[in-house]
Antibody, heavy 120, light 108 residues
Framework: QVQLQESGPGLVKPSETLSLTCTVS????????WSWIRQPPGKGLEWIGY???????DYNPSLKSRVTISVDTSKNQFSLKMSSVTTADTAVYYC??????????????WGQGTLVTVSS | EIVLTQSPGTLSLSPGERATLSCRAS???????LAWYQQKPGQAPRLLIY???SRATGIPDRFSGSGSGTDFTLTISRLEPEDFAVYYC?????????FGQGTKVEIK
C-alpha cells in the first residue's frame, strides 16, 4: 500500500523560502498526479499545485508566482518550494496522490501532513 | 474558480441518526467530478466518495453520495461513533481545484 511522507523544516522565517519533500513508498511515482495541499490551523483546505511524473505542472493562481513543484522519479520524491513566505503561509502541508480520471484526477491518498510555522 | 458552499456549518446528531450534508457549486461541475473527504482532529483527510457517488476503497456502505450539476449531497445513513468529524466536498472539474469550507458533524 502506497504511503506518503512529508519532510522539511517546521519553522521558516518571513521572506524566506519554504521547502518540503514528499517521499512515496510502496508504489511508483509514475502514472499518477502529485499535489500539495495546505490547511492553516483551524481552517479549510487549499490546493497549492500538482506535478505529473512526466513533469507537467499546474498551480493555484493565488500562489503561482511563489510556488514551484518538482519531481525526482529516481528517488520517488516530489518537492514544494514557496518563496517570500509570510505568517499567512503557516499551515499543515499535505502531499497527496491524484488518481487519474478522464482529463483530471481526485485525491485518493494523503500524507500525514507537516506543520510549517512562519515566524521570526 | 468554482466556489463550493457547504451547509449546514455544524450538524448536531446522535449515533444511529441519519446525516445529510449539502454542497452547492457556483457553476455546474462537469462529469460530476465532485469528491467528499472526512477529517478527524489531528489527521489527514480521507477520501470517502469520488465521481459524486462512487465509494472509495474500504468505505462502509452507510456513506453515499448523490447529485449532479451544482447540487451534491453526502448521506450517512446511520451515524457510528467514529463518523463524528469534519466533512469537505471538493471539485476536480475545473482548475484550480477547490474545497468547500467544511461541515462539522458533532455528537448531540
Amino acid at each position: 500500500q502506497v504511503q506518503l511522507q512529508e519532510s522539511g523544516p517546521g519553522l521558516v522565517k518571513p521572506s524566506e523560502t519554504l521547502s518540503l519533500t514528499c517521499t512515496v513508498s510502496g508504489g511508483s511515482i509514475s502514472t499518477y498526479y502529485w499535489s500539495w495541499i495546505r490547511q492553516p490551523p483551524g481552517k479549510g483546505l487549499e490546493w497549492i499545485g500538482y506535478i505529473h511524473y512526466s513533469g507537467s505542472t499546474d498551480y493555484n493562481p493565488s500562489l503561482k508566482s511563489r510556488v514551484t513543484i518538482s519531481v525526482d522519479t529516481s528517488k520517488n520524491q516530489f518537492s514544494l518550494k514557496m518563496s517570500s513566505v509570510t505568517t499567512a503561509d503557516t499551515a499543515v502541508y499535505y502531499c497527496v496522490r491524484g488518481q487519474p480520471v478522464t482529463r483530471s484526477y481526485y485525491f485518493d491518498c494523503w500524507g500525514q501532513g507537516t506543520l510549517v510555522t512562519v515566524s521570526s | 474558480e468554482i466556489v463550493l458552499t457547504q451547509s449546514p456549518g455544524t450538524l448536531s446528531l446522535s449515533p444511529g441518526e441519519r446525516a445529510t450534508l449539502s454542497c452547492r457549486a457556483s457553476q455546474s461541475i462537469s462529469s460530476s467530478y465532485l469528491a467528499w473527504y472526512q477529517q478527524k482532529p489531528g489527521q489527514a483527510p480521507r477520501l470517502l466518495i469520488y465521481g459524486a457517488s462512487s465509494r472509495a476503497t474500504g468505505i462502509p456502505d452507510r456513506f453515499s453520495g448523490s447529485g449532479s450539476g451544482t447540487d451534491f449531497t453526502l448521506t450517512i445513513s446511520r451515524l457510528e461513533p467514529e463518523d463524528f468529524a469534519v466533512y469537505y466536498c471538493q471539485q476536480y472539474a475545473n482548475s484550480p481545484w477547490t474545497f468547500g469550507q467544511g461541515t462539522k458533524v458533532e455528537i448531540k
